[in-house]
């Protein structure tokens, strides 16, 4: 598994217990909201993170397909070689 590098403090393993516990920085100087710059590399971490997930999780299942495929392969070869055709 590739790990995401970042700058900022969005370092670790990312967690549904660590995006809960998240507390982005209010933007400086009393106004409104979060800081830009923050929130986007949020949603950019988050991007990769799903996107890594689904390419590992497709390749999980293209293996199970393969491992099916070549148990049913065998299975009906060993039958054929034990009662013949």
């Known amino acids: 598994m590739t790990v995401y590098?970042?700058?900022?403090?969005?370092?670790?393993?990312?967690?549904?217990?660590?995006?809960?516990?998240?507390?982005l920085p209010c933007s400086?100087?009393?106004r409104r909201g979060y800081q830009?710059?923050?929130?986007?590399?949020?949603?950019?971490?988050?991007?990769?993170?799903l996107g890594?997930?689904?390419?590992?999780?497709?390749?999980?299942r293209a293996e199970n397909r393969r491992?099916?495929?070549a148990l049913r392969s065998w299975q009906s070869a060993e039958t054929a070689r034990r009662f013949g055709p």
């Open 5 to 23: 590098r970042s700058r900022n403090a969005l370092r670790g393993p990312l967690t549904p217990d660590w995006i809960v516990a998240l507390i």
């Open 28 to 30: 400086r100087l009393g």
């Open 36 to 49: 830009i710059d923050d929130v986007d590399a949020l949603l950019h971490r988050l991007a990769y993170e």
């Open 52 to 60: 890594e997930r689904s390419r590992q999780l497709a390749e999980v």
């Open 67 to 69: 491992i099916k495929t």
